[in-house]
């Protein structure tokens, strides 16, 4: 990445404060307390904060702070935040959850969360969450023979589950068992009938009775972008007749006692709660059903799927959720102890398998703005050549007669005469000069029309409602989309992105992002919005001297794991920052 210039600061000149604009309205503005989850926050000075915990009380630290601090240190810009007090937050709540959930709701088993690596590999996240997590009997989930090989030299607590789903062969197979002999809770799930006949096999050579799992495919949809993660089109998990084939070959074959865990999957990201319940029916009526056929059981894998509020809306939008926490883990223990109870059948053991919802706040992406390409408006008329072509004085007499009751008028005149003056140009009729006069007053008259449109509340004709969306500046920041941020580019996933300080001044320019990589795609044009998606990011001017620093948050899930290095720009700076009496302290990861 481009280190900052030698002359450039981060650290702000002195300023006034700015006059009718508060940190609040930024605050509000940005949406920090709806997403930030009560993580972030905006303090008086302008800057984001970060809640950070150590044994003598919580602290609000400053991201601008971190920022001026490790460059004090000398690491540069761009650099990924990542902040394991807050990776331990989401552990404790979603186990306290489901711990309150199970309480009140007289729930006859345990609950065992799995975090799956594939979410985040990163060594630094799988130490933490091995370590915070003994307490709650977290485990891990492996869908892949290095993944399985990472999770066992973490795996240490005989009461964790370690859940091996994913393609297997018998060096992955033998692996397991092994494991299992060792002391390990150990499941092997069934991903496709094959595979039983290769694990009762190596049982069988091994001397070990593998714990079996079956992933089921249920007919019940999530809902969201993962959605086809289900239903009879989903390329994981074993239909009805499938499931009752493989329970009849345990039988044939004796191990059908080997058979103990049901495992669903409706998606990643799943914003609906009502979605999550009716996976859930299924899904245990199905489990209630393998009881009867006489096996074991004991152990109910519901999957992953608990969605993170990206855009803070708490609405059923794919980048949202409608849920809470707690509102999550009482429904899945609801519907479950209801239905067991109807069917006469033992309360299971819960295990989730929620790696967005624990790492998606531990991470943020802060970088600095290299420069501006400001959009082509001009509030100030430009000149009126001698001799000028028609066409272009055509363009000036619209600019004489706008005001708010002709303005789709006066639009689509500025239009026609513009592409009327492109025409000529590209047939010689125009010189060049001719040409840029013509497109400043088309830019200056859009400038009129969008002030305009800014004072009316009602009334907007429709073709100008994007208006403001046309007249933007480009933000280039330093950064590489592809690499820090392939979700972004892949599928139009939205983060909460906003200035790490000068909060305490109002955002005059209406921007779109765009990285340092030479591609096209390499740009933002899609925020967070009370109502929608934005398609454009409030942000300030660029101060002489002064670095821009802008935040990316909620970074934590597969970013990481799915950015490349695209232009060959090399690693992002990575840096943990922890509490320690009350001050951060700083930790170079990568």
Not at 24 to 41: A, I
Not at 406 to 418: S, T, V
Not at 500 to 523: F, M, N, Q, S, W
Request: include cysteine.
């Amino acid at each position: 990445m481009i280190p900052p210039a030698t002359a450039s600061s981060s650290k702000p000149a002195k300023r006034k404060p700015a006059n009718g604009w508060t940190p609040g309205k930024s605050s509000e503005l940005y949406g920090v307390d709806t997403w930030g989850h009560g993580f972030f926050g905006v303090n008086k000075q302008g800057h984001v904060t970060v809640r950070l915990a150590d044994d003598e009380g919580t602290a609000e630290v400053s991201l601008f702070d971190v920022i001026d601090g490790l460059r004090d240190r000398g690491t540069h810009l761009p650099v990924l935040l990542r902040f394991r007090d807050l990776l331990h937050s989401r552990i404790a709540e979603i186990n306290e959850s489901f711990r309150k959930a199970i309480k009140e709701t007289k729930y006859r088993g345990e609950y065992r969360g799995v975090y799956p690596i594939k979410v985040n590999q990163q060594r630094q996240v799988i130490e933490e969450i091995s370590e915070f997590g003994k307490k709650y009997h977290y485990g891990l989930e492996a869908g892949s023979k290095p993944e399985l090989i990472a999770a066992l030299a973490h795996m240490h607590d005989p009461e964790a589950y370690l859940i091996c789903n994913g393609y297997k062969d018998e060096e992955f197979i033998d692996l397991a068992l092994q494991a299992q002999k060792m002391g390990l809770r150990i499941m092997l799930v069934l991903e496709m009938p094959s595979e039983l006949d290769l694990i009762l096999e190596r049982s069988r050579k091994l001397g070990i009775l593998p714990n079996l799992g079956v992933r089921v495919r249920l007919s019940t949809k999530g809902s969201g972008h993962w959605q086809e993660s289900a239903g009879d089109k989903s390329v994981f998990g074993l239909n009805a007749s499938q499931v009752i084939a493989v329970v009849d070959q345990l039988k044939e074959s004796g191990y059908l006692g080997c058979l103990k865990m049901l495992h669903y999957h409706q998606g990643s990201q799943i914003p609906n709660i009502a979605a999550i319940r009716e996976g859930a029916t299924e899904a245990v009526r199905m489990y209630c059903d393998l009881v009867k056929e006489g096996a074991p059981m004991g152990v109910l894998d519901i999957g992953g799927g608990m969605a993170v509020d990206y855009d803070g809306s708490h609405t059923n939008f794919h980048s949202s959720c409608n849920y809470s926490v707690a509102e999550y883990c009482t429904d899945i223990v609801e519907v479950i102890s209801q239905i067991c109870d109807k069917a006469g059948v033992q309360h299971p053991n819960l295990i989730s398998e929620s790696g967005r919802a624990v790492v998606a706040y531990y991470s943020v992406l802060v970088f600095n703005i290299l420069d501006v390409t400001s959009a082509q408006t001009s509030e100030a008329a430009p000149p009126i050549p001698e001799n000028a072509p028609q066409n272009l004085m055509n363009i000036i007499e619209v600019n004489k007669v706008i005001n708010k009751r002709n303005l789709q008028e006066c639009f689509n005149d500025a239009m026609y005469y513009r592409d009327q003056m492109r025409a000529q140009f590209f047939y010689g009729a125009a010189t060049l000069r001719e040409r840029g006069l013509a497109e400043a007053w088309f830019w200056h008259i859009l400038t009129r029309i969008s002030n305009l449109i800014a004072e009316m509340e009602d009334d907007i004709p429709e073709d100008l409602r994007e208006l403001s969306s046309t007249l933007v500046d480009f933000y280039y920041g330093n950064f590489s989309l592809f690499q820090s941020l392939p979700d972004s580019w892949a599928i139009d996933q939205v983060f909460p992105v906003m200035p790490i300080h000068r909060l305490d001044e109002k955002p005059r320019h209406r921007a779109v992002l765009a990285d340092i990589t030479c591609d096209c795609d390499g740009k933002i044009d899609r925020f967070i919005d009370k109502e929608d998606v934005a398609k454009v990011l409030p942000l300030h001017d660029l101060k002489p001297g002064e670095q821009y620093c802008l935040g990316v948050f909620l970074v934590g899930a597969y970013q990481e794991t799915l950015g490349d290095l695209h232009n060959l720009l090399g690693d992002t700076n990575v840096v943990g920052v922890h509490l320690e009496n009350g001050k951060p302290v700083y930790t170079h990861e990568v």
